[in-house]
């Protein structure tokens, strides 16, 4: 995509990312931009390929085949200027637990080469309200406070760009709001990209969301847009030997089935809801009227499974 | 450079807050007073050249104890993620490491050793001379160990496992020239005894300065640093 190259208003431009671990690929072919000033949500199970496609957008891996551009930048030959104007909250929060919350986000700004350090730090300690922790030591902080130090760290210099790596992990349901009205207070002078595998973060802090799966991206949406298009439906693959008109709406008397349309001659498409599995009653149907079974089975959508497992994993916490 | 002095500081200041930098340096200071004494009350002689024939080999050992946290410990507390995604290359990360080992090594082991000049001062001028081109090879050695020890670090996040390696590598570099004579004499033999450490410091305690020995140790410094830098760089393709 060249014309996407040359697209001055993308911050973040990453094209044809591939990753493999030996011969898995964490990453498969994954493109995608972020807008000046937009908050994009990676959503996606653990092991999706999320935390790989932030390493590589952060300079800390190459991509095994792909670019991406930050800021105008190449991640890989432009590493230190992409890294120059990116925050950056890693999975693993990285913190020195021998040092005071003051003196680490000292180390951290010196690092990053802000002028005026001490300014810094107490605006990012406001921001994440540490102000009182400052010289508490980082070992003797809980979860939430240590992952408010993570996100303290990425902020400390005032990047264009941020990246969050699970962000409002280990927080409690209070400090998951301060953070994410925190997050919705930095778009649009900051670019932000976020990942979770927590579906109602993202429809709450984002204003598009990317889902990720097994290493590619299954959907790209507005979180609203994304909503309406599962509509909590599950699909069924029929195929019968005879046609006739009357099969759909004899198959939408069973129970629990939404609807059912013809796709082909003698191919039906059965919508049918939720976590009810209507297969047995379908053959028992087919059986009975004679209409010759030739083909039974669930059409997997990839956006609905994902949502799926994460709609479920939440449930799990 | 000022991200390789913010990254020896911060190193410094950890030293001084985890129990290891003290007790290297006493471990080190007692075993090297120990010898300073008998050497002393056996020999009569005002000279520190068999002290610091004994400080390469104890070194050999205390060296690897004050690197080995350096950068295992920041692969394995996912500090290093931090690092390498901050606006710092790679060597910077790794010469700032070993400036704040080096600089660790002179205040508390190298350091307190200069009491021993004031005591020979006491009981008779020592030739300082020698003494002077001593403490040369003394941090020398140091670095060169270090370096070593920096390298050891890099590739792996256990500090036990940094341990041993390090070590290992430097007893092998210590005996290398035992192996150059398994070999004859030739290009090899001579390129395995040009390796081996001890001879490199022999000349230099006694107060003669050959600036291959300078080479040598810098080498091995050189060396090390850059190939713990690799080490870093090859972490990022896995």
Not at chain 1, 1 to 28: D, H, S
Not at chain 1, 140 to 155: C, D, N, P, T
Not at chain 2, 68 to 73: D, F, G, H, N, V
């Amino acid at each position: 995509m060249p014309e996407a190259a040359t697209n001055g208003t993308a911050t973040i431009q990453a094209q044809n990312l591939t990753k493999w671990y030996g011969n898995l690929a964490a990453l498969n072919d994954v493109s995608f931009d972020v807008q000046k000033g937009e908050i994009l949500g990676f959503l996606g199970p653990n092991g999706a390929g999320k935390t790989t496609a932030m390493r590589i957008l952060t300079g800390y891996m190459p991509p095994s085949s792909g670019t991406a551009r930050v800021a105008g930048y190449d991640v890989f030959s432009d590493s230190i200027e992409v890294r120059k104007r990116i925050g950056y909250l890693p999975e693993t929060v990285p913190l020195y637990t021998e040092m005071s919350v003051w003196d680490y986000l000292d180390f951290v700004a010196r690092l990053r080469a802000v002028p005026d350090r001490d300014d810094a730090i107490e605006r990012v300690l406001e921001m994440t309200t540490l102000a009182e922790r400052a010289d508490t030591l980082i070992g003797k902080l809980s979860k939430g406070f240590r992952q408010r130090v993570g996100i303290a760290q990425a902020l400390v210099h005032n990047p264009e760009i941020l990246i969050l790596d699970e962000p409002t992990i280990g927080l409690d349901p209070k400090q998951i709001i301060e953070i994410r009205n925190l997050i919705k207070s930095l778009a649009g002078e900051h670019t932000v990209l976020l990942s979770t595998h927590i579906l109602p973060e993202v429809s709450q802090t984002c204003s598009r969301i990317l889902i990720i799966n097994d290493g590619k991206i299954v959907a790209e949406d507005t979180p609203e847009r994304l909503g309406a298009r599962v509509r909590g439906a599950e699909h069924i693959h029929l195929q019968v030997a005879h046609s006739a008109p009357e099969i759909a709406r004899e198959l939408e008397r069973i129970q629990g089935v939404l609807g059912a349309q013809a796709r082909a001659d003698g191919v039906y498409e059965i919508e049918t809801t939720l976590g009810a599995d209507r297969r047995a009653d379908i053959a028992a149907l087919v059986v009975q009227r004679g209409w010759g079974l030739l083909e039974l089975h669930p059409v997997s959508l990839s956006l609905e499974e994902v949502f799926l497992k994460l709609t479920t994993e939440e449930v799990a916490q | 450079m000022r991200n390789v002095w913010t990254i020896t500081w911060r190193e410094l200041k950890a030293y001084f807050v985890s129990p290891i930098a003290y007790v290297v340096s006493a471990l080190f200071l007692v075993a090297m007073g120990y010898l300073f004494a008998l050497i002393l009350t056996s020999t009569r002689d005002t000279s520190l050249r068999p002290f610091f024939n004994n400080m390469v080999f104890v070194l050999l050992i205390m060296a690897p104890a004050l690197t080995m946290k350096s950068l295992a410990e920041e692969q394995r507390m996912g500090t290093i993620e931090l690092l390498l995604t901050s606006p710092v290359h790679d060597w910077q990360v790794v010469l700032g490491k070993f400036l704040g080992s080096f600089i660790l090594f002179v205040v508390m082991l190298l350091g307190p050793t200069l009491y021993y000049v004031l005591i020979l001062q006491v009981f008779g001028p020592p030739d300082y001379g020698p003494l002077l081109t001593g403490y040369l090879g003394f941090l020398l050695v140091g670095a060169a160990y270090l370096s070593v020890g920096v390298f050891g670090s890099s590739l792996t996040q256990n500090q036990v496992i940094a341990f041993f390696v390090s070590l290992v590598i430097l007893l092998l570099l210590w005996i290398a020239d035992a192996a150059g004579s398994v070999f004859g004499a030739g290009a090899l033999s001579d390129a395995l005894t040009y390796i081996a450490l001890p001879h490199h410091f022999s000349d230099i305690f006694q107060g003669v300065v050959d600036t291959t020995d300078i080479v040598y140790a810098l080498s091995v410094v050189v060396i090390s640093l850059f190939l713990a830098t690799q080490v870093l760089q090859t972490r990022r393709w896995r």
